[in-house]
């Protein structure tokens, strides 16, 4: 058809109405692409979110695979951009995990579980997380806090972005961590006892409870003082200190203890991301019952995923 525009009524077939150009004689359909888009988006989210093949949605349409993945490849190569919703009152949730080659940031605000922002980047570091706060900053959100991992760049981004601002570290990152360092069976004492105090962390409520697990382990560095501070005994002049996972652990604990507990002085804060690293987990099962998309269709599917998954 030559596009002219000039168009006249040229009766019915199939009980639908046709056209005819009267410039070149063409006869056509008229076929609105966008509402047809729409009518067939559910069967792409239940592909994306719902766990379905493409040839379990061709079966149950009753057409074929290419017709299918004809379809799906029009929403891949056109992926989805957030949607940041007004919020006065934002407590946000910052965590991001890798597919391969690929890293997926989430910002979450746990007030209206509303994915206010994502984006795919190569990794997690200082000049994205800070692009991406200052968008969010820009556009009039107003963050209360900031629960995080404690990814160094991103605290770096948030000191320069929003000084000043509670950050409270994930408790169960930070559990998760010192129990690693410490190892399931400690050699000695001293990493039996301390073992014992940080499985307690993610239990401490109230301001009382905050009191007595600091003051168990003000305790425990009193008792092994000591103890951590031995050293190797070599010939030469360089002394090693022994107990470096134990080691590891105290600096770990002193480090974050500024930042552990806000959580307690507000409770709107959450005190850990788990609620996004479980979604991670859903997210990782469902791309990979669709295996051999590309790496742009991958990304497309991970935008996608999180947009029918918190906006839609």
């Known amino acids: 058809m030559c596009l002219s525009g000039k168009i006249i009524k040229w009766g019915t077939r ?17 076929k609105n692409i966008g509402k047809s888009l729409d009518r067939q988006k559910p069967w792409f989210k239940k592909w994306v979110i719902g766990r379905m093949t493409i040839s379990e949605i061709a079966k149950t349409k009753k057409c074929s695979i290419s017709t299918i993945q004809r379809l799906f490849k029009i929403y891949l190569d056109d992926p989805p951009t957030p949607q940041i919703k007004e919020n006065s009152n934002c407590h946000l949730m910052i965590d991001g995990t890798y597919f391969g ?3 997926l940031l989430n910002y979450f605000d746990n007030d209206l579980k509303h994915l206010q922002y994502f984006e795919i980047v190569k990794s997690e570091n200082y000049l994205d997380f800070k692009l991406g706060l200052e968008l969010l900053k820009r556009v009039g959100l107003n963050i209360k806090s900031i629960t995080s991992d404690g990814d ?15 950050h409270q570290r994930c408790i169960i990152h930070v559990q998760r961590m010192g129990l690693a360092y410490l190892t399931r069976y400690p050699k000695y004492q001293a990493g039996k006892d301390l073992r014992k105090i940080i499985l307690d962390l993610h239990k401490v409520a109230g301001l009382g409870g905050r009191i007595e697990w600091v003051t168990r382990f003000r ?17 030469s002049d360089k002394r090693l200190y022994k107990h470096y996972g134990v080691r590891q652990v105290r600096t770990l604990v002193n480090n974050t203890l500024p930042h552990l ?44 995923y999180n947009w029918f998954k918190y906006n839609d």
């Open 152 to 166: 160094r760049s991103l605290i770096m981004a948030i000191s320069e972005v929003f000084p000043g601002i509670v």
């Open 219 to 235: 305790n425990w560095e009193a008792e092994y003082h000591d103890f951590l501070n031995e050293r190797t005994e070599f010939l």
């Open 14 to 30: 199939n009980n639908r109405q046709r056209y005819k150009c009267k410039r070149c004689g063409q006869l056509f359909v008229w």
């Open 101 to 103: 080659d690929i890293c």
């Open 261 to 304: 507990f806000h959580y307690l002085y507000d409770p709107k804060i959450p005190k850990s991301n788990n609620g996004l690293e479980c979604r991670f987990s859903y997210l990782k099962n469902n791309l990979r019952i669709h295996r051999g998309l590309s790496k742009e269709h991958k990304k497309s599917f991970l935008l996608w």
